[in-house]
């Protein structure tokens, strides 16, 4: 490809361009791993955290420790929200007056789709663009190249701090103009992963109680286990579909081997609730006329 001038001057002013300021509002276990990324990529950081002395690390690399919100969103062209909970988040953006007007703020503060539309709502009201994210990693995962953020709001702030955002997580997704559709990724991703854990230490107590290595099953059912993930897009355009026609392993068949794990649990002694409550979904459905239907119609119990 080759390069015009008017190409070769722009990405020179990019380079030339001063790194972007940012503000972190927040310095719990995840705040504070927020705001050394951006120290560490170079971003002149204020922080501000109701107890002042967390920053104390930070200000040894060169952050500037704010003594007011106010004085700490003024500072930055995007601030940067990572606190428990939603109505926090707003009072502490609430603080700050009139300093948030024309400002960006990315909330990375977990809750509800409806709290953080609402944050949105308000936010945008006070003359500040807004954009949402959801971390999908731990403290020590920030920054992280493989790391995940869903980001739901302006796309123009998405765009416009695109290097600041990387700092975050190198695999973030804008997914929509919705400020909580984030929020129900996360939530669905979790729902699936405690689901799913649920259901594998149950059997690792199933295992361990005849004395077989977790691990060991693991390597043995390495395929098994594999198939079972490779699963999730069939699974998927049925319920998108709404159609569970299946010409084998109906839920019919699911029976008999639910059955066999609670009373298999129940002879070991080990708690059968889990596999039960799988039972009685697959019972009423069964018992409702769906016996011939995929597992993926049990998605209409929990629609209901
Ligand atoms: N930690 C993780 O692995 C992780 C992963 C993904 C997402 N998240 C999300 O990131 C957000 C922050 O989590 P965290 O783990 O950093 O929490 P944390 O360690 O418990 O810290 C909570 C933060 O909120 C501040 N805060 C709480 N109540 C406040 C109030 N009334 N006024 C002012 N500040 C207040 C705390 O200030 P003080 O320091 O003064 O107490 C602290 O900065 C949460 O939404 C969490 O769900 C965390």
Partial sequence: MTTTSAQTTTSAQTAAQPPVTVTVIGLGEMGLALAHAFLDGGHP?????????KADSLVAKGAVRAATVREAVAAGSVVVVSVKGATTARELLDAS?????????????????????????????????YLHGQIMTIAPGVGGADSVVFYGGSASVHDRFR????????????????????ALYGMAVHGTMWGTLNGFLHAAALL?????????????????????????????????RGEYATE??????HRPSVEDLVRESAAR????????????????????????????????????
């Fill in 45 to 53: 950081t204020t922080v501000w955290n109701r107890t002042p002395e």
């Fill in 97 to 129: 007056g009139d300093a948030l007007s024309g400002r960006a703020v990315v909330n990375l503060t977990d809750g509800t789709s409806a709290e953080a539309r609402a944050v949105a709502d308000w936010v945008e009201g006070r003359g500040a663009q």
């Fill in 163 to 182: 290097p600041v955002l990387r700092r975050i997580g190198g695999r973030g997704t804008l997914i929509g103009e919705d400020a909580g559709v984030p």
């Fill in 208 to 240: 361990s109680s005849e004395g077989i290595e977790v691990k060991r099953f693991l390597d043995d059912a390495q395929a098994s286990m594999a198939a079972l993930l490779a699963s999730f897009p069939m699974i998927a355009d049925e319920v998108d």
């Fill in 248 to 253: 084998y392993g109906a839920l019919q068949h």
């Fill in 269 to 304: 002694n080990i708690d059968a609730e889990f596999p039960r409550y799988t039972l009685e979904l697959v019972n009423k459905a069964v018992e409702e006329g769906f016996g011939g239907d995929s597992y993926a119609r049990l998605v209409e119990h929990f629609r209901k």
